[in-house]
């Protein structure tokens, strides 16, 4: 846990543009799917009213001590305060939640996807390769799934495969050859021990340019230790139904992968028939709504100037339509 609650540090990126996005009613019910230090949910929460309701979901215990006492002085400064409620939970966990708080329905999402600067800058976590820390990587560290026990235990197929899928590593299998050779002399234990392998095991003159060495083999593998993808995809498919007519879900992405997934899952909301466009609709298939962006939107010089980790920030926001648009046909739509 953290010593403080200001040591789990978290500069919510696009603040103004996301918040903006979910037009927020100072009656509204809005859900934070990671809640991280309470940078979004703090000023979430100080546009809601008397009425209003904020949910926050992580599955890092040491964001929920950070946040709870941030929250709490947004409610203390506040005349006529919402309410809110913190859960240790994953966001794949959305729907079972809000039943669990006997919630229907809610007016905003938001999921600001990644990994926070306290989890990146803090040693002990083992998220990142610039210091030496445990080889753990683990979002909730209840869970048994580690970094070291993927780089110690799994074949070289299994991890050349992860290092390719999540970490798009054009060099996965020497990589991979390399960590399995290392570990026959010695079982990793730090993070750099195991970034140090990855760099030797990348060829000399790509190493030199571009970013550090090892950036993407620890994106991939700390997807792989916190199932991120498969979790993402589940609030993709859960979290639009539980929106209220108007409704907005806001999704922030840091990498291809993820984007992609929430492009296409928007796009399947707004048009999921699949009839020929010159033909009546037989398949029976209603769009839900429809996303607010069409290109996603970025941040700004100044933010990416003072913040260089948001300069991979985008944001894509959906829109579920109110009682005069349900029922549309797709065909309308285009």
Known sequence: MPSRASDFRHEPVLAAETLDALRVRPDGAYVDCT????????????????GGRLVGLDRDEDALAAARPRLADVLASMSAGPSFDLVHVEFSRLAETLDALGIASVDGILADLGVSSYQLDEPSR????????PLDMRMDRSSPLTAATIV????????????????????????????CEQREKRPFVSTGALAETIRRAIP?????????????????IRIAVNGELDALDRLLADAPGRLAPNGRFAVISFHSLEDRRVKEAFRLLENPCRCPKDLPCVCGKKPLGRAVTRQPVECGPEEKERNPRARSAKLRVFERFGPEGEGRHVHDLR
């Open 204 to 220: 000399a003159a790509v190493r030199r340019e571009g970013p550090h060495p090892a950036k993407r083999s620890f994106q991939a």
């Open 152 to 179: 110690n235990t799994w074949d070289r197929a299994g991890i050349e495969r992860i290092l390719f899928a999540y970490g798009e590593e054009r060099f996965s299998a020497r990589i991979a050859s390399a960590i």
């Open 126 to 133: 083992g998220f990142g390769y610039m210091q030496d820390g």
């Open 35 to 50: 809640l991280g230090g309470g940078g979004h949910a703090s000023l979430l929460l100080s546009r809601l009213g008397k």
